[in-house]
């Protein structure tokens, strides 16, 4: 069982090393949730986040439905993705800023070594929000585009707005999140 679910985890991996992580100018990079993540409904309403339950840096399990009526910011992110490094301080500021209005961040690593690279780097970087241990599966599930990539959920659970590639600006995650607190 223990092989199977690292060879996932080394599978995925790989596929972002190609795909995704760059050093390219993502700043103005975000698409509809329709054309990234999943088609809106037939009601034309945005699609409902997946649900998951994962385990945080405690190993203690933590579910997206723990969330409910919040504003969520999923982040998913690796520790040797520069691109992911350099905006993890703008989540930082925008957690300060805005959780006492409802919102919640959270990063989902997909590091293959775990705990062992995860930890010393939210130490080293200040990480002040919820961070996550990625199983194989959940990649799919939100039909990452690549790495980094967050999705931002509204406080039905349903994903209003995918960006793709590191934003510069702090601004660009702010407009968005603004209009949903």
Do not use: H
């Amino acid at each position: 069982m223990y092989w199977k679910r690292l060879g996932g985890l080394i599978l995925i991996l790989c596929v972002f090393m190609f795909l995704g992580c760059s050093d390219d100018d993502t700043s103005d990079r975000m698409v509809e949730p329709a054309e990234s993540a999943a088609e809106a409904n037939e009601d034309g309403l945005p699609p409902l986040a997946p649900g998951f339950t994962l385990l945080d840096t405690e190993l203690e399990e933590v579910s997206l439905a723990d969330y409910q009526n919040q504003v969520v910011l999923l982040d998913f992110w690796a520790t040797w993705c520069k691109p992911c490094e350099d905006e993890i301080p703008l989540f930082i500021e925008l957690y300060e800023e805005y959780r006492e209005q409802g919102f919640e961040m959270i990063g989902i690593s997909l590091d293959e070594a775990g705990l062992e690279v995860v930890e010393p780097f939210i130490e080293r970087l200040g990480v002040n929000y919820t961070i996550l241990l990625a199983v194989p599966g959940i990649v799919q599930k939100y039909n990452v585009p690549g790495i980094p990539s967050a999705f931002l959920i509204n406080r039905e659970g349903r994903i209003v707005k995918v960006f793709n590639g590191a934003q510069e600006k702090k601004e660009t995650y702010e407009s968005e999140l603004k209009k949903l607190l």
